[in-house]
């Protein structure tokens, strides 16, 4: 265990995706990841700077030397949601994977729950990891990764059944990242994975960004596996990344 955390960033937004999407969050942004995504946006790699809003939604970020102590994180939580009362839904825990620094969060998300609800956003692969930290979580996020999209090196099927098998008993949800090319068959994977756990879990589809910040599928192809999922599960939503539409971090 550690009191030490290497962070990519701290900052105030609105969470655009999945269950929790419109709603305000503390994203603590977590370095690492342990998959390597086609799609993936996201910089989180190990920095010898830690970036830090200089006020919640400003914007405006301030370096520190990274890694942070949990005194100092939890310090800036409390000043942030002193400044905005009852602005914020949740800490978010994100990556990256978070789930490589479960040891860690151990220590820090008993405090940082004492402040606000904690929020994990996962790839969901790390069951073990999550076994350690699933008492202190209140909501989480699964990112299942299909072939068509996130073109990982292997069949994350297996890990994927585990991890929302043990992640039962919290708010989770599971996001699915769409593309032109995704088939029906790799939907119909997913609905029977979370048919065989819960079918009630709901079932976010997010149209794939590409860089230039257009959509990667048709509206139409979008409409086609809503219809795939819909006739298995009892909850599949459409949502794309709405942070993005807004211009927001």
């Given at each position: 265990m550690s009191d030490l955390l290497h962070i990519r960033e701290i900052f105030s937004s609105i969470q655009g995706e999945g269950m929790l999407a419109g709603c305000r969050q503390i994203f603590v942004r977590l370095t690492g990841c342990n998959l390597g995504c086609r799609y993936c946006d996201t910089d989180f790699e190990p920095s010898a700077i830690c970036h830090v809003e200089s006020a919640p939604g400003s914007g405006i970020f301030i370096n520190h030397p990274p890694p942070?102590?949990?005194?100092?994180?939890?310090?800036?939580?409390?000043?942030?949601?002193?400044q905005l009362p009852g602005a914020h839904h949740s800490v978010s825990i994100t990556g990256g994977e978070p789930l490589i620094h479960a040891d860690t969060l151990v220590q820090w998300l008993p405090d940082f729950r004492?402040?606000?609800?904690?929020?994990?956003?996962?790839?969901?692969?790390?069951?073990?990891?999550?076994?350690?930290?699933?008492?202190?979580?209140?909501?989480?996020?699964?990112?299942?990764?299909?072939?068509?999209t996130a073109a990982c090196s292997e069949s994350l099927w297996g890990d994927h059944a585990r991890f929302l098998q043990g992640a039962q008993?919290?708010?989770?949800?599971?996001?699915?990242?769409?593309?032109?090319?995704?088939?029906?068959?790799?939907?119909?994977?997913?609905?029977?994975?979370?048919?065989?756990?819960?079918?009630?879990?709901?079932?976010?589809?997010q149209p794939l960004s590409l860089p230039d910040g257009t959509i990667g599928i048709p509206a139409s192809h979008v409409l086609h596996l809503q219809g795939v999922a819909s006739a298995r599960l009892p909850d599949v939503r459409v949502i794309p990344q709405m942070h993005k539409l807004l211009g927001a971090l």
């Open positions: 942070l102590s949990l005194h100092n994180v939890s310090a800036l939580i409390e000043e942030w949601c002193l004492k402040i606000l609800p904690i929020h994990l956003e996962t790839n969901g692969t790390l069951s073990d990891a999550l076994k350690l930290v699933n008492r202190y979580l209140d909501y989480i996020s699964m990112d299942m990764k299909l072939p068509s008993g919290k708010h989770v949800s599971v996001k699915v990242v769409i593309g032109e090319t995704t088939p029906d068959n790799e939907i119909r994977q997913v609905c029977e994975l979370i048919a065989a756990v819960d079918a009630t879990v709901p079932l976010f589809l």
